[in-house]
């Protein structure tokens, strides 16, 4: 993938030449282009062009890309790179700070880390971090440059695993897609008919409460559960507050490296070519930030472990059915069914900021079907993949006035009250240690006695159970793991 | 120094004769709108026409009037009849616009001059103000589009005068607006038309169940008006009557500002109190809150440079003491900024808004020779000038489209379709209508989405119904963009209906209200491109869903 636009009928050759030259770049360690020699201490010598993307990729073209995504993900990047933002704050949307910080690395406001893999190496590149890599969260409006770790000023929380975030993305946008089908649905019938239409939103099994569409237009949103209000399943961040890998990139590229994506950070939207005023204009191009979506996006689902202990094998086959029998499932559904795995990029519920599909003339899309993992995954007899995530993609209140230590936080995010979380995933829960949102408990078991709100019942199920019932709920969930 | 009069001294002296001025080669950073005129093709064929009386006037009104929430389009004809064209555009497709009758006499749609939409009553639909030559109407608004003539039940005398502006607001303790009609040359006056400049006039509203219009007060003295809006200047929580009149006819005259105190006669400010003497051929006002800080800026037209008129820091905020800021923000928009006539420009309607859904406010302004005046350009196109981050404007007339040799008059940047992206009508003296379709930003290979949007409508369950009067704050992040809902100004030209914010790459936004009586609303949370609907004393705001396009594309064609 190359610098410059290229005629079309040349394009897929040049673009597998394209890429074989990158991967001697990346690999061999020797500079393609510009005067800096391969010693130099920066991670990026060149950006990729998102036109070069465009269309659908073939499974070699799909993996150099994904190369590129690792390198970028685990580069140690440098202030040549563009890390720092010493005139902007964390913030999703371009702040500016008043003056400058000092030093490129601030340890609660960021930027924190000069790498991805510094937080998602749990139990390999691209998992989970342990406490030790918690992050802070905040808006970064106002008190941007806390530098405290009260809970007034910032959420304190662990690194998930990206593990199948590829799969969790094609699921929210499916289930997006129909909930949003199922609500114009209604605004037509009610238009029709002249009387108020009632609707149960539900897609791929997962309720998320109702909305009633008036005849002129107006909608009464008040009985909408575990989703915002534009019917976009926002799959990633421990709250489900962010829509795509994309825009999620964007965000941790800028909070925690203080590397700005231009497609957000670049003259269209603020003037100027170096909004954090580090001279470094257009950090990140847009084809740079697919390359880190792909890598992201084709990381393989996690599996199941099966354990060469007998007696382990036999505990959690029955501990399987405790969870279901509990009521676990519920929320951490063990399968979602998906209908296809043609992942678009860009994706087509981001907003402006973010690029969007109408802003490309071509999407690139490649298809995680190419990917032995994906090959591999179960499907149902309508040929739909079952993805085994346990998870729902909704959010629920998880904590209570009697048991509220998961309603630890003080700080409500995008909209989102407190004490409000998405299911986490359990697939790779085995591999990913420690637990909850703040990486503060040390054991499923309590974790799992934390779970109150909607989760209470199942919860005092939990409590209620027979030792050994519960001990192989453990050992079920212990065969979850992240494949190396 | 204050902080902004150092930031002006600063853009002064760094942009020098450079940069700010209408060879501004600057290139645009932000979006610039591809404007797709289909006036024709969206079947809206119209001309304002006739002789001197309608070499000023021209409006528009844009409004719902047959309850579906898309505007429709009120056009002043001058001696040809105006007309009104009910919107049938599909949510984000092309423009589509249908001639219907109004159910009043052909002999009233004639010798319009512009309209203003408001509701009077507040039966909870749209009501019109018509300025006429000759007598001014109140049409009283019924569903699909008719009207009655309310005159007489309104006791509303609609005079003789050459009527050219209009505003409106709603006075505390008083049950219905107040309305201010403006005049322009008594041509009748011996020595017609020079210095011969008709009364304006305050309608207040009497007691009562139904409005009471009787024994208007005279505006004295009075300028050759061409355009009018209440505005809330300094924060007070009452409205004064900005005038911006014509220099052209008047004697002695100049730039005016009313007192309309509650339960008090009018009285103009005075140079003791700070107003200062302003004489320009003033042809239209905008106002903005450009700085954030809830004083409004105005956008004054004239012929040669535009005025931008801010509060003068320095000075106490009850004074209003204006300073004309036009030039270090780059908007006098002296003279054409393309073509080969090199004479001042004339301009007529101005209009804040964002055009690009970037969060900045942008203006345009319509221009047009007055009829045939030899020191003034005869190809003159219409300004749009797009706002930037250090607050200055950069010309995007010519790329956006809208640089038609056209006599501009009267226009309005409203969502004609519902896609969250400004369209522009612009009334045209002897030359059709202009009817742009806003397609997003242009690209090589074809055009492509704007910044988040968001569209506020407000309701209250008391009198003054669309709030008018109100001032809506939407906050993003550290950004706050505030709009005001107002009736008047413009050329000729009024709108209601949706309040338009482009929240840039903000997902989501927290709206309060001032309400008209000064009580503010708590924070109302809402997701970017949607329409929302603000209910006084509703806990939550409501969206509001515009009908789906007949095909609906995967994940694009819904919001």
């Known amino acids: 993938m190359k610098h410059g636009s290229r005629g079309h009928g040349d394009r897929r050759q040049s673009r597998v030449t394209g890429a074989a030259i990158c991967v001697a770049f990346f690999f061999s360690g020797q500079a393609l282009a510009g005067d800096a020699p391969p010693w130099a201490e920066k991670a990026i010598h060149d950006h990729i062009d998102f036109t070069t993307l465009e269309g659908t990729l073939s499974a070699d073209e799909l993996k150099t890309l994904v190369e590129i995504g690792k390198h970028l993900f685990t580069a140690r990047f440098t202030i040549a790179d563009g890390l720092g933002r010493p005139m902007a704050t964390q913030a999703i949307i371009p702040t500016q700070r008043k003056h400058p910080t000092d030093a490129p690395f601030r340890r609660t406001a960021g930027p924190d880390a000069n790498n991805c893999q510094s937080c998602h190496n749990i139990p390999v590149l691209g998992g989970s971090g342990d406490f030790t890599a918690n992050a802070f969260i905040s808006e970064g409006f106002e008190s941007f440059d806390f530098d405290t770790l009260d809970p007034q000023f910032s959420n304190e929380r662990g690194s998930v695993s990206l593990f199948g975030a590829g799969l969790v993305e094609l699921l929210a946008r499916e289930m997006t897609a129909e909930l949003r089908a199922e609500r114009d649905h209604a605004v037509a019938a009610a238009r029709q008919s002249g009387e108020p239409e009632t609707v149960a939103l539900s897609t791929k099994g997962v309720d998320f409460g109702e909305l009633t569409v008036m005849p002129d237009g107006l909608v009464d949103f008040s009985g909408l559960e575990g989703i915002d209000s534009d019917l976009t399943v926002r799959p990633f961040s421990q709250k489900g507050v962010f829509a795509s890998l994309r825009q999620f990139a964007i965000n941790a590229m800028n909070a925690h490296l203080g590397i700005e994506a231009s497609e957000r950070f670049g003259k269209r939207w603020t003037g100027v070519d170096d909004f954090d005023g580090d001279d470094r204009p257009d950090e990140l191009s847009p084809g740079d930030v697919s390359a880190v979506v792909a890598f992201q996006a084709t990381l393989p689902a996690p599996g199941r472990m099966v354990p060469d202990d007998a007696g382990w094998r036999e505990a959690a086959a029955h501990g399987e059915k405790v969870f279901a029998d509990l009521g676990c499932a519920a929320c951490h559904r063990p399968f979602l069914p998906l209908n296809g795995l043609t992942f678009t990029d860009p994706a087509p519920y981001d907003t402006a900021g973010t690029l969007r599909t109408g802003e490309v003339e071509r999407p690139a899309q490649y298809d995680l079907a190419l990917l032995d993992w994906a090959k591999a995954l179960p499907r149902n007899d309508k040929g739909q993949i079952l993805v085994p995530l346990f998870g729902d993609l909704k959010r629920h209140h998880i904590a209570d006035g009697e048991v509220n230590q998961l309603g630890n936080e003080l700080l409500a995010q995008r909209f989102v009250e407190r004490d409000v979380f998405m299911t986490a995933e359990l697939w790779g829960v085995g591999s990913t240690a420690p637990y909850g949102h703040r990486n503060d408990f040390t054991t499923l078991d309590g974790v799992i006695r934390a779970h109150a709100g909607e989760a209470r019942a199942a919860r005092e199920a939990y409590v209620a159970a027979e030792e050994s019932d519960r001990s192989d709920l453990i050992a079920f969930l212990k065969t979850l793991v992240i494949e190396p | ?559």
């Open chain 2, 1 to 559: 120094m204050s902080a902004r009069a150092l930031f002006l001294g600063v853009l002064v002296s760094g942009l020098g004769a450079a940069a700010v001025h209408a060879d501004d080669a600057r290139p645009v950073p932000n979006d610039i709108p591809d404007m797709h005129e289909e006036a024709l093709a969206a079947g809206i064929d119209h001309k304002y026409s006739g002789p001197w009386e309608f070499f000023v006037g021209g409006g528009v009104a844009a409004f719902d009037c047959n309850g579906d929430r898309l505007p429709d389009l009120f056009l002043a004809g001058g001696t040809n009849p105006a007309e009104l064209y009910r919107n049938e555009s599909e949510t984000g497709g092309g423009l589509r616009f249908e001639k219907v009758s109004m159910g009043i006499p052909d002999e009233d749609l004639s010798r319009v001059l512009g309209a203003y939409p408001l509701d009077i009553d507040d039966d909870g639909l749209m009501d019109l103000v018509v300025l006429r030559l000759g007598r001014n109407l109140i049409l009283k608004g019924k569903p699909d589009c008719q009207f009655d003539v309310a005159n007489s039940a309104f006791a509303f005398d609609g005079g003789k005068d050459w009527t050219t502006a209009f505003s409106a607001t709603w006075e505390k303790g008083l049950p219905f607006p107040t309305l201010a009609v403006g005049n322009y040359v008594d041509r009748m006056a011996p020595g017609s038309p020079w210095g011969t400049c008709a009364a304006n006039y305050l309608f207040r509203p009497h007691p009562g169940d139904k409005p009471n219009y009787e024994d208007p007060t005279a505006l004295q003295p009075s300028y050759c008006s061409l355009s009018m809006l209440f505005t809330d200047w300094n924060q007070s929580g009452v409205a004064s009557l900005r005038v911006t009149n014509d220099r052209q006819y008047y004697r002695g005259g100049e730039e005016q500002m009313w007192h309309v105190d509650p339960g008090k006669p009018p009285r103009l400010y005075t140079a003791a109190e700070g107003w200062r003497h302003l004489s320009i051929y003033g042809m239209g006002i905008a106002q903005a809150d450009l700085f954030g800080n809830g004083y409004p800026v105005y956008a004054l037209t004239s012929m040669g440079d535009t005025k931008l008129q801010q509060l003068d820091e320095e000075s106490d905020t009850d004074r209003p003491v204006y300073d004309d800021i036009a030039y270090p923000l780059g908007v006098t928009a002296a003279r054409p900024y393309t073509g080969d006539d090199v004479r001042p420009s004339t301009g007529w309607h101005s209009q804040f808004a964002d055009v690009n859904n970037d969060g900045l406010l942008d203006l345009f302004i319509s221009k047009g020779n007055v009829e045939a005046m030899p020191d003034f350009a005869a190809d003159d196109p219409d300004n749009l000038l797009i706002g930037q981050w250090d607050k200055t404007f950069i010309e995007a007339g010519k790329p956006a489209g809208i640089a038609l040799m056209r006599r501009g008059r009267g226009a309005a940047l409203v969502d004609l379709n519902l896609d969250g992206m400004l369209d522009l009508v612009v009334v045209n003296r002897e030359a059709p209508v202009s009817l742009f379709r806003n397609r997003g930003a242009k690209r090589s290979f074809g055009d492509i989405p704007l910044g988040n949007w968001l569209e506020v409508e407000l309701l209250q369950p008391t009198l003054n119904r669309n709030a008018v009067g109100a001032r809506i704050s939407v906050k993003t992040g550290n950004h706050t963009m505030d709009r005001t809902v107002t009736v008047g100004g413009g050329h000729a030209s009024g709108q209601a209906g949706f309040i338009h914010v482009g929240l840039g790459t903000a997902e989501r936004a927290e709206i309060r209200v001032r309400w008209p009586d000064g009580e503010w609303s708590h924070s109302y949370r809402v997701f970017a491109n949607n329409f929302v609907r603000i209910e006084r004393g509703k806990p939550d705001a409501e969206y509001w869903l515009p009908p789906p396009p007949a095909e609906t594309k995967p994940g694009e064609a819904t919001q």
